[in-house]
């Protein structure tokens, strides 16, 4: 049978629960924790030389939807611009001639 | 035989080798409190702790590759933490820093002498609030006294709740080593805070 003064000095006992709850509570047991992936995400672009998390919004945790919106307003816009200037939007359109081709007839 | 557990933390690995974003994402979001928590108290800082957590995962993403699977991947994160918090420790040591750990305010400190009799078990009743406080700042000061190889034993132990194998990865120590130290560690935090107090820890 083990010498509970030698289990001891060996550390094989535990504290008492009152101990731990002590140091719980003078460590700030209850700070919340706060969010670093932004941070690190941020560092990591830096240190490779935007080799990772390039874009840095489509990896976030929480990807900016306003970001989405103005984005997919902005091309619909650029769409809309671009077909106003490839069409014209005033005017009838010019007729289409459909009489033939007068044929020269050639004497033999 | 490997089961479901390990083979799903060794895929999950190999997405990390291969530097897969949102695979890191995840391992980010799965330990950031942990991590911050060992760190904050190692340091006692709240400001220094959040640094330090961003620069774990840095130094995990960038080392991920070396990670053998020896061990669990916790037991590895908490071993960078470690090595990468005892660096800063030395670092703010010798700026002479360790004076400003963040911590709670006590609004009207008592004196030592009505603070006598205040035991552990006493810190839950409402009447001894102040004394709690006082028993609360004089654990915080003696574990910021300790040096960073008994503090990281003992917290790794009585507060991270980790195995003594778990202890000896990541310390590198063996078993016997980890418990005599994490012995010596209860002792010298019993004794500094009982001497802080006036009174004897029951």
């Known amino acids: 049978m083990t010498d509970p003064r030698q289990k ?13 709850s002590l140091l719980r509570g003078a460590l700030h047991e209850d700070t919340p924790a706060p969010d670093v992936l932004a941070g690190v995400q941020k560092k990591i672009r830096e240190r490779s030389g935007g080799k990772f998390y390039a874009d840095g919004w489509s990896t976030a945790k929480h990807p900016p939807l306003n970001t989405y919106l103005i984005t997919s307003l902005l091309m619909l816009a650029v769409l809309g611009v671009s077909y106003a200037l490839l069409s014209p939007l005033v005017g009838d359109p010019e007729p289409v001639r459909n009489q033939p081709a007068p044929v020269q007839i050639i004497p033999r | 035989m490997p089961n479901a557990e390990d083979q799903s933390e060794r895929k999950f690995i190999e997405r990390l080798a291969r530097r897969d974003e949102r ?10 409190a942990r991590v911050f928590r060992l760190l904050l108290r190692m340091l006692g800082r709240r400001d220094e702790a959040e640094d330090m957590a961003q620069e774990v995962f840095v130094q995990i993403f960038k080392a991920i590759t070396t990670f053998r699977g020896d061990s669990k991947l916790s037991t590895w ?48 009743q409402p009447d001894r609030l102040l004394e709690g406080y006082q028993l609360e700042r004089a654990v915080q000061l003696c574990i910021a006294e300790l040096e960073p190889d008994f503090r990281e034993v003992l917290i790794l132990r009585d507060l991270e709740d980790l195995s003594y194998e778990e202890l000896s990865e990541i310390t590198g120590l063996p ?19 009982e001497r802080k107090m006036g009174e004897k820890i029951s």
């Open chain 1, 8 to 20: 001891e000095l060996r550390g094989d006992t535990e504290p008492e629960e009152s101990f731990r």
């Open chain 2, 23 to 32: 695979a890191f994402n995840e391992l980010v979001e799965l330990y950031e």
């Open chain 2, 77 to 124: 994160i908490y071993r960078v933490s470690v090595n990468l918090c005892k660096n800063r420790m030395k670092y703010l040591a010798r700026r002479h820093t360790e004076g400003e750990d963040e911590l709670e305010p006590v609004a009207e400190r008592a004196t030592l002498d009505e603070a006598k009799g205040v035991t552990f078990g006493d810190v839950a």
């Open chain 2, 175 to 193: 078993e016997g080593t980890v418990k005599s130290r994490l012995h010596r560690a209860r002792g010298m935090l019993k004794l500094s805070v």
